[in-house]
T-cell receptor
Framework: AQSVTQLGSHVSVSEGALVLLRCNYS??????LFWYVQYPNQGLQLLLK??????LVKGINGFEAEFKKSETSFHLTKPSAHMSDAAEYFCAVSDQTSYDKVIFGPGTSLSVIP | DAGVTQSPTHLIKTRGQQVTLRCSPKSGHDTVSWYQQALGQGPQFIFQ???????QRGNFPDRFSGHQFPNYSSELNVNALLLGDSALYLC?????????????FGQGTRLTVV
């Protein structure tokens, strides 16, 4: 069975500081991995995805994530936080055979302090 | 391209009632998945429809049922509503044709059961 854990339900960073959101996954098969962002009262927007190509994945809004198989991790980073980055972030995993059922982590709420 | 559209955006129902939520997939997509997102949690997979049939199902009771129409749009029905059914219901569309096609999410329907 697949599962996702996100370390830290709330993360606060200063504007301009590094953003690091942690994600670890469990999967019995090679996974597809995703990061989604959710702004208040809105749906989910895909930030980036890993589909077994390059292990360093670049996404929208300056975010990137690195797939580390040995650590079963897919941490999300951004060099410099912006106020507009404040939102809920979800790491997710699905079966590599298709984009079937997506299993989401519990989410990390990111606050950006001016 | 209108993307994934869901209706209604909000609704309030009384415990014991029945509710129907609607979803129109992104143009070119033939698969619809439904998720329940309780407050402060990550989305949970309910079920997925393809070719008008339920293809996969998550751990939800039979009170949750769905339908997919020939134009690929979908409905989620919940019977005998409980207070615990209050949540944001998200629809995601994708296609099982081709490879590397991720799911696109709608803005969701906020259901409140009183």
């Amino acid at each position: 069975a697949q599962s996702v854990t996100q370390l830290g339900s709330h993360v606060s960073v200063s504007e301009g500081a590094l953003v690091l959101l942690r994600c670890n996954y469990s999967s019995s098969v090679p996974p597809y991995l995703f990061w989604y962002v959710q702004y208040p009262n809105q749906g989910l927007q895909l930030l980036l995805k890993y589909t077994s190509a390059a292990t360093l994945v670049k996404g929208i809004n300056g975010f990137e994530a690195e797939f580390k198989k040995s650590e079963t991790s897919f941490h999300l980073t951004k060099p410099s936080a912006h106020m507009s980055d404040a939102a809920e972030y979800f790491c997710a995993v699905s079966d590599q055979t298709s984009y079937d059922k997506v299993i989401f982590g519990p989410g990390t709420s990111l606050s950006v302090i001016p | 391209d209108a993307g994934v559209t869901q209706s209604p955006t909000h609704l309030i129902k009384t415990r014991g009632q029945q509710v129907t939520l609607r979803c129109s997939p992104k143009s070119g997509h033939d698969t619809v998945s439904w998720y329940q997102q309780a407050l402060g949690q990550g989305p949970q997979f309910i079920f997925q429809y393809y070719e008008e049939e339920e293809r996969q199902r998550g751990n939800f009771p039979d009170r949750f049922s769905g339908h997919q129409f020939p134009n690929y749009s979908s409905e989620l029905n919940v019977n005998a509503l409980l207070l615990g059914d209050s949540a944001l219901y998200l629809c995601a569309s994708s296609t099982l044709r081709g490879v590397n096609t991720e799911a696109f999410f709608g803005q969701g329907t906020r259901l409140t059961v009183v």
